[in-house]
């Protein structure tokens, strides 16, 4: 037996939706970080910022 961790009642380790709260608990996706995400978007920016820069800047 686990605690859920939104309602923090007893569950069954098995099950994937909370019998009290029907919270999933198990995500359908990766977690992301946040910080993983902004350097991903930077480095995007960048990336267009430069391709621009060389199409345009002559």
């Known amino acids: 037996m686990e605690s859920c961790p939104y309602c923090k ?15 999933s608990l198990k995500p359908d996706y990766p977690g992301m970080n946040p910080k993983w995400f902004l350097g991903i978007w930077i480095f995007f920016l960048a990336l267009v910022a430069v391709m621009l820069i060389s199409m345009f800047g002559r």
Do not use: G, V, Y
Request: some cysteine; proline content about 7%.
């Open 9 to 23: 009642k007893e569950i069954d380790s098995l099950i994937s939706i909370c019998p009290h709260c029907q919270k």
